[in-house]
């Protein structure tokens, strides 16, 4: 992620877990990435709610059924509600979906974060 690279994920990242899971913590949140092998293994480490954030692009319900489908019991998707303040309407009607601009994330004011359009539902009433 963010051309990060780690060499040793398959070994730290289970132990880390497994320390994780002696603390009895709520959940943890998951940023998938790499092996799907390592996130079954996390899955199966992880006693307790398990929520994932895919950051890869696409359809958001593809991903979230594929991460429930496999054990998640939350899937995060905050750059797609971002980009589509009407995420779940879009989703039921099937509609396009707006990409999120990366360029305007973290920049300090509203661009990127208040300003994505939503469906146009209904036509404009003559004045």
């Known amino acids: ?13 289970p132990a880390l877990v497994s320390a994780l899971s002696e603390m009895d913590l709520a959940y943890l949140h998951l940023v998938a990435g790499g092996s ?11 006693p307790n709610t398990l929520i994932v954030n895919d950051p890869s ?4 319900a593809a991903r979230a059924s594929h991460w429930l489908g496999r054990g998640a019991d939350l899937v995060a998707l905050g750059a797609s509600f971002l980009a589509n303040p009407d995420l779940p309407l879009r989703l039921r009607l099937g509609a396009p979906l707006n990409e999120p601009d990366f ?24 004045a």
């Open 1 to 13: 992620m963010q051309d990060l690279r780690e060499d040793d994920a398959d070994v730290v990242y």
């Open 36 to 46: 799907g092998e390592l996130s079954d293994r996390i899955r199966s480490l992880w």
């Open 57 to 60: 692009l696409g359809d958001p």
């Open 103 to 126: 360029s305007t994330a973290f920049g300090g004011d509203h661009r990127g974060y208040t300003d994505y359009p939503t469906l146009a539902l209904h036509p404009a009433r003559p």
